[in-house]
């Protein structure tokens, strides 16, 4: 996995949210080996670490060659994320495009124990 | 009744929202056998099966030849699911097209006892 | 007044909403004569009864011709459908087109006491 | 005939166009007695007379009770406002909503023999 | 095929454009079985005869078990109206729903020979 | 100040919310004279009397040659509304078109005491 | 009438066009007295001189308390841009808020004799 | 800093919420020193001051030529706002436009001791 | 490069459109390495041949891996397309995601000559 | 001024156009010293040189302290992209956001002498 940086949180002190819309992800379907395509919506709490915008990029294009489920996808990206920066919460969405005429919606959310 | 098909899921320890959005869902109308049209969406949390969504499509698609009422689909569709997957809650919504002027919303919902 | 059909309802044991959207509402304005129009509104949680929508339809074409200002046109709406099919809980809205260059909402609610 | 007043165009030396719309038309369907809706669109360049709003609205309100088809009611709109104002061109559209899932669009033009 | 009605035209001294947008057209793929989806505008002057509204939504949901190409199902609308309505000039639209990622639109015209 | 006027509430018995939704609000920038466009929103819920629409109109019109802050109108609006027809709650929202690239949303909420 | 004032165009051997649009454009109407409200498109291709902006905002805003017809404004406007600033050609549209029901459009247009 | 001007609330009895949205914030990447774009919307509940519009309009443009983050920029606004009026509540929205394919948002609040 | 392939076309008496829009093509930037995105929409008038869908599909996700300027892809995939299908006349258009904040359209035209 | 780049066309046989869109322009009125902000479109057909994107970024960004008027400053564009890539034929737009409640486009074209 390609490495996420972060840099330090310089308002620790305040809870305020950071959202991140990259409409350009795509990845592979395991079953069928065609491209799928989403819009990737990630929105969370900093804590001490604060994601570095470039290296998400990079991290998110990483899943380009990658055969994965929907949902396998969301809670992935949202486990790679939680363990990066550790945020006081966080929640990745994922708009898919339509396959068969069906377009689906996934939504993982992670919140830190006290 | 077509068989809808799942698959195990890997985050079950997650309370992650899933919501599939199929535009194309047409039916008969009992009482004048003319076609109804409707988009259907269902979202739900998965517990320990996910729906797959060929299945899924082809599972809607059996409702083409069908006669029925919008509220009687709609509660159906709910039931057919909750049975296939055990999720542990749903909402099925039905958006039909216009008929005599009047355009119509139903929302059926289901949550798993504990 | 026009009677208001209704047909039983098949899943009574389950809380589900319906909601019909009726673009083309009118009634007369009765101080001035002049037509007014609205989108109304009904979403209702059926208890034993569903209302019938052809039988909707023509109780709202029944105002065509009825002077009545815009606050009695949507309780009466109410009162009626709820004499017709006592739901669960009724909210009936009126979307008025300007007049004067103002364009006004009503919402009226009923809940069922148990 | 409801009349249709007109004032005299001050500016006839210089061809400009006037558009009116009207999203409140209704008149009744032939066949079944059921209210159709339409937005209607006149758009003309008057030679020496200009239509007059307010009777123009009490004209459009006065096919509120009239049996009518689409075309007819057009094509008869097109006459009845061409005979009041003798425009150099005039084009009346008809934008009806729905009726058994198809809108229609109706479009009828005059233009004046010089 | 369905019997195609029409009604005589009381303006054929002028050329009016009449325009029907049914967006709940489905046929069936003839290479994999599974339904299409298409909003289907149908835009002609007509001549001595218009297209009665009712027989042409009865004609375009015998589409419903047929299995044809796109471009083919547009063409064949064509033919069809043409040969019943015989209009000064005919335009069939065809907006198809997404198979694959892509979306299609087919557009065949036809004018009459003079 | 213009007369409100007020109608008696038919359905006293029953909380329901009439909202009403001017674009042409104007004043006069009581710093620069220049005229600032608004567009007002009044949501209230009536207790024994309804706002007259006509009246409110012209009250709003009065506006027009006033100099006048932004907040400072739409708390005026809330008083003397309230004043006037002594509503159970009522929110007055102003919709300000940008100065100096800056759109500005004002809104104030009245309640009455019980 | 106030001064609209101009300045020299840099530019004057190439045909380009400059268009502004002005949504706070109020008159009021000559019978009623009410206040009508438009916004106003002015387009056009400069000769020797450019019209200021600023000049141009108070121009339109002299309209304020003007007793004027829809037809009448449009048609003034052109005439008093035109004689200030000489363009090779230029176009003035208001599209008017709805009165009655009916919004209007009126577009007046100036060419320059060669 | 540019100094923040305000003047004394009028209403300091009622809680009411002002909202002003800039959609013309422009900053400098500290990093590439390209510039960032921004729109930035102020929500606040005044207690004994409020914000003066054209001070605000300066304040933000003195951003213009300063390298600073996303979440630095967001943060500082709200602090400087708050020191400048001292609201009973502030939300700061800072929408930024695509870097690398991907739109950000922050949100900073802030609510008053009491 | 993918073989594209055709079926013949049942009727090229006719001159009518056919438009496909694919709004998933990806290619890699040649200088960067990192992935373009775009919505590529193909429409041309068939002769003998039609472009097959799934094909065409294929073909499209060719250009995944492959790095190529923009001017350069649209201008291939027009040329690839000509020499498969050889139409009467075809338009590719690329219209290309936000690269530095600004986003790109290419448009290509093919006329076959007589 | 920052040298624009380009690279060789390599389908100069062809006519096809290339429109790039940068909604992030922005200059300094020369009157107030005010910040203006404008999307800016340009459209052309390349001869023997296509303009390299990265560099007309950099361009664009270079009129960021520069003090000039609406109609100069989209002309001048015009001017010096004409005079480093030299097209067949181009058109810059400027679409200027709101000053005085004015929004204002210009439009300035080039086409080559042949």
Request: charged residues 25%; contains cysteine.
């Amino acid at each position: 996995m390609l490495k996420l940086e972060t840099f330090p949180n310089q308002f620790p002190n305040r809870d305020y949210e950071v959202e991140h819309t990259c409409p350009e992800f795509t990845a592979v379907c395991p079953k069928t080996g065609q491209p799928d395509f989403a819009t990737i919506v990630i929105s969370y709490v900093p804590d001490q670490k604060v994601l570095e915008l470039k290296s998400l990029k990079y991290y998110l294009f990483s899943f380009r060659d990658r055969g994965i489920f929907y949902e396998h996808s969301i809670n992935t990206i949202l486990d790679d994320l939680v363990a990066a920066c550790e945020p006081r919460r966080m929640i990745v969405t994922g708009h898919f495009n339509a396959r068969g005429g069906i377009t689906s919606k996934i939504v993982a959310t992670h919140t830190a124990k006290k």
